[in-house]
Nanobody
C-alpha cells in the first residue's frame, strides 16, 4: 500500500506561480513513477506531467514551457512548479504513483495505481 499526500494548491492570479508537492509513503518500489493529473469541473481527468525515477518525463502539450516536474528519490517526493498560470489551468490536481517496469509508460496513459486526495488550484483572470 502507498499513501500520497499533496500540498501547495491555492488561489493565484493569471500569470502567477504555484508549486505543488506530493510525498509518497508506505511500500515504495525500487522502480516507480509519479506524476500529476488534473480534473476541472465537468471534464475528465487529464495528464499534466509524469516522472519516472529513472528520469523519464512527459508533459501534456498545453503546459510545456510553463510547468516543470521534478523529484527527490530520497524523499519519495515529486514536485510540480507551475509558472505563467492561466485560468484554464484551474482544476483539482491529483498526485499518482505506480511501480514496475511497465509503469513508466502506463502512468502516462492511465495514471498510477495510487492517487492522492487532490489539491485545488484556482487561477483568476
Amino acid at each position: 500500500q502507498v499513501h500520497l499526500v499533496e500540498s501547495g494548491g491555492g488561489l493565484v492570479q493569471a500569470g502567477g506561480s504555484l508549486r505543488l508537492s506530493c510525498v509518497a509513503s508506505g511500500r515504495i518500489a525500487t522502480i516507480n513513477a509519479m506524476g500529476w493529473y488534473r480534473q476541472a469541473p465537468g471534464k475528465q481527468r487529464e495528464l499534466v506531467a509524469t516522472l519516472s525515477n529513472s528520469g523519464v518525463i512527459n508533459y501534456r502539450d498545453s503546459v510545456k514551457g510553463r510547468f516543470t516536474i521534478s523529484g527527490d528519490n530520497a524523499k519519495n517526493t515529486v514536485y510540480l512548479q507551475m509558472n505563467s498560470l492561466k485560468p484554464e489551468d484551474t482544476a483539482v490536481y491529483y498526485c499518482t504513483y505506480c511501480s514496475g517496469e511497465a509503469c513508466r509508460d502506463e502512468i502516462v496513459f492511465r495514471g498510477g495505481d495510487y492517487w492522492g486526495q487532490g489539491t485545488q488550484v484556482t487561477v483568476s483572470s
